[in-house]
């Protein structure tokens, strides 16, 4: 039986953090422990989320130790990785919404120390808006089109099981799943929105450095 649709609230949704990565273009590293302002990039995104959720984990798949310092509980990815097709931030994705105890589950990369202090505000507005099940930030490139920003999503503790079936297809793509579970899109196009920083990924220690 299908988890009955329940009004996203604060109270109602579970923060995760996505630092399951394999860090391929930083030479293997693990992408949530690279220090950025003195703190793991991992780090800075849990301060940033947990005033926005009721409750937070982080998603990891090494350095289990680290991660466990923060005072949040750390779940190794539901997949491992070496399995190809490498399922990437939707093993992250499966493995919250499977220990997750709200009706909802909010997620962001642990690259991105920049996103939006009501992120979480205006994704439950959003599905509230829509009734939807799956809602994804959108913010505008450098061209001005909108893109989704497809680690930061809001997601019904529901959708575990398409979200199982899919990845033991060998799916891996998060934009492919959204769109056949009918996601709706959140843009965050505001002037005071800064979309280019906000949502800005750190995927090499080049990238970090320039960053600082």
Request: charged letters at 15%; proline letters at 10%; glycine letters at 8%.
């Given at each position: 039986?299908?988890?009955?649709?329940?009004?996203?609230?604060?109270?109602?949704t579970t923060g995760l953090v996505l630092a399951g990565g394999?860090?391929?273009?930083?030479?293997?590293?693990?992408?949530?422990?690279?220090?950025?302002?003195?703190?793991?990039?991992?780090?800075?995104?849990?301060?940033?989320?947990?005033?926005?959720?009721?409750?937070?984990?982080?998603?990891?798949?090494?350095?289990?130790?680290?991660?466990t310092g923060w005072g949040v509980p750390v779940l190794p990815?539901?997949?491992?990785?070496?399995?190809?097709?490498?399922?990437?931030?939707?093993?992250?994705?499966?493995?919250?919404?499977?220990?997750?105890?709200?009706?909802?589950?909010?997620?962001?990369?642990?690259?991105?120390?920049?996103?939006?202090?009501?992120?979480?505000?205006?994704?439950?507005?959003?599905?509230?808006?829509?009734?939807?099940?799956?809602?994804?930030?959108?913010?505008?490139?450098?061209?001005?089109?909108?893109?989704?920003q497809p680690t930061f999503a809001l997601l019904h503790r529901?959708?575990?099981?398409?979200?199982?079936?899919?990845?033991?297809?060998?799916?891996?793509?998060?934009?492919?799943?959204?769109?056949?579970?009918?996601?709706?899109?959140?843009?965050?196009?505001?002037?005071?929105?800064?979309?280019?920083?906000?949502?800005?990924?750190?995927?090499?220690?080049?990238?970090?450095?320039?960053?600082?």
């Amino acid at each position: 039986m299908q988890t009955p649709w329940t009004t996203p609230t604060r109270d109602h949704t579970t923060g995760l953090v996505l630092a399951g990565g394999q860090g391929s273009r930083m030479g293997g590293r693990d992408k949530g422990l690279q220090l950025f302002a003195g703190q793991p990039l991992a780090y800075h995104a849990l301060q940033r989320l947990q005033p926005q959720v009721s409750r937070c984990l982080v998603s990891a798949n090494r350095h289990f130790d680290h991660y466990t310092g923060w005072g949040v509980p750390v779940l190794p990815d539901q997949l491992p990785d070496h399995l190809p097709p490498y399922p990437g931030p939707l093993a992250g994705f499966l493995t919250g919404l499977t220990h997750c105890s709200t009706p909802w589950l909010l997620t962001v990369p642990c690259d991105s120390p920049f996103f939006p202090h009501d992120l979480a505000q205006r994704l439950t507005a959003c599905a509230h808006t829509h009734h939807a099940r799956l809602v994804l930030a959108a913010a505008p490139d450098a061209t001005g089109q909108l893109r989704p920003q497809p680690t930061f999503a809001l997601l019904h503790r529901s959708l575990a099981p398409s979200l199982a079936d899919f990845l033991q297809q060998g799916g891996h793509k998060i934009g492919q799943w959204a769109q056949e579970q009918g996601r709706i899109l959140c843009p965050f196009d505001r002037a005071t929105d800064h979309p280019l920083r906000s949502f800005v990924n750190i995927n090499t220690l080049a990238e970090l450095q320039t960053l600082e």
